[in-house]
């Protein structure tokens, strides 16, 4: 009579030791949801990175196609004139 009753202990034992790892251990439900929140934030930001990246080739092989970009880029950007061009700047 003593045999099952240990045998039930036992197993009782291993079923909490088996959920404690399902529920709060290593590799748990919980962990495993962090590591997809993860994977999920991860995958955004690579997104955006790589729309950042066909961008800023798209810029440079305009860069390299043509002289226009250049002398737009340095009119705006730097305030460049060509020669014999005059600059009227109009404020309110």
């Known amino acids: 009579m003593r ?3 240990w045998l039930f202990i036992v197993l ?3 079923l909490a030791g088996l959920q404690y790892r399902l529920w709060i251990g290593d590799g748990s439900l919980a962990a495993a949801s962090r590591l ?3 994977i999920a934030e991860q995958q ?4 955006r990175l790589l729309e950042r990246n066909r961008i800023l080739e798209a810029e ?5 196609r043509g002289m226009e970009t250049v002398e ?3 009119r705006h950007e ?3 004139l060509k020669e014999g061009e005059t600059l009227y700047l109009l404020t309110e």
């Open 72 to 74: 737009e880029r340095a």
């Open 44 to 47: 955004g930001e690579n997104e």
């Open 60 to 64: 440079v092989m305009e860069l390299k």
């Open 3 to 5: 045999s099952p009753y």
């Open 12 to 14: 009782i034992l291993l």
């Open 36 to 38: 997809q929140q993860q």
């Open 78 to 80: 730097l305030g460049m």
